[in-house]
């Protein structure tokens, strides 16, 4: 890779990473704040450089490695493998459904509403595997686990972008809007920018950093932790996402 395109993909991960801390301001702060900053010429300028960037990026460098990469992941599960995100999706969904559906007033009934908590779940899991792989290599120093975290991490990437999609066309169906800035809306795209960054970083170095791979995607993980303890389940973050009363 040329001088020229790394300086483009570590800006990209500046970028994310930014934005992401941004996004995690907003959730903090309110949606007010959100809906503020990112109609403001900073905000809106900040959003259009990650899309060009990442424009320039499928464009001109490709990526190539990262679609092949992420194709072969799906195709690599063993029989643990598959016990465990079995087991970990069912006593997630148990406990969030559970909780949620006690509820009332909060808009479940909708076509979106199943595909939308599964793709979430199922990407929480597949992070959750991706951040015990990498708690293992700080341990074990090996590369193979390493690996291991990426791979989860890939397959967890699509997931969870899908699950924002999904989640933001039954705003649209249930709130007529797209996208509200709302604080776990923002908390979950922080999540995503943080991967995105991580996978950027990834692609750009590979195991030459095999701390910082690991760290990444731990604190990518405890960051969702975070999303679904305080954001969903304590009365710090007041939105439509709060099920704590």
């Not at 808009?107 to 708690?135: D, E, M, N, R, W």
């Not at 090996?142 to 291991?148: C, G, H, I, L, P």
């Not at 933001?168 to 709302?182: N, Q, R, T, V």
């Not at 795209?189 to 950027?200: I, S």
Request: glycine share 8%; with cysteine.
């Amino acid at each position: 890779m040329t001088g020229l395109k790394k300086l483009c993909v570590l800006t990209t991960i500046v970028l994310l990473l930014f934005s992401a801390l941004t996004c995690i301001t907003g959730s903090i702060m309110g949606v007010q704040w959100s809906k503020w900053f990112f109609n403001t010429l900073p905000g809106e300028s900040l959003g259009l450089s990650i899309g060009l960037l990442f424009a320039a990026e499928l464009l001109g460098f490709g990526n190539i490695r990262f679609i092949t990469s992420a194709i072969r992941n799906w195709f690599r599960w063993s029989k643990a493998e598959i016990l465990i995100a079995i087991v970990l999706l069912i006593v997630i969904g148990f406990i969030y459904f559970t909780r949620i559906s006690s509820v009332q007033s909060h808009q479940l009934k909708s076509v979106f509403f199943v595909p939308h908590i599964f793709t979430c779940l199922l990407s929480y899991v597949f992070f959750a595997l991706a951040a015990f792989f990498s708690g293992k290599c700080l341990i074990d120093k090996k590369q193979e686990s390493e690996n291991n975290s990426y791979r989860f991490v890939c397959l967890g990437f699509p997931f969870l972008t899908a699950g924002i999609v999904l989640g933001s066309m039954w705003a649209m169906s249930a709130w007529g809007d797209w996208w509200s800035w709302d604080p776990k809306e923002s908390f979950s795209l922080a999540v995503w920018l943080v991967f995105a960054a991580f996978l950027h970083l990834r692609i750009l170095y590979g195991q030459r950093f095999l701390r910082l791979n690991c760290f990444w995607v731990i604190i990518g993980f405890l960051l969702i932790i975070l999303g679904v303890t305080l954001v969903n389940f304590s009365r710090i973050f007041a939105g439509l996402h709060n099920y704590s009363g």
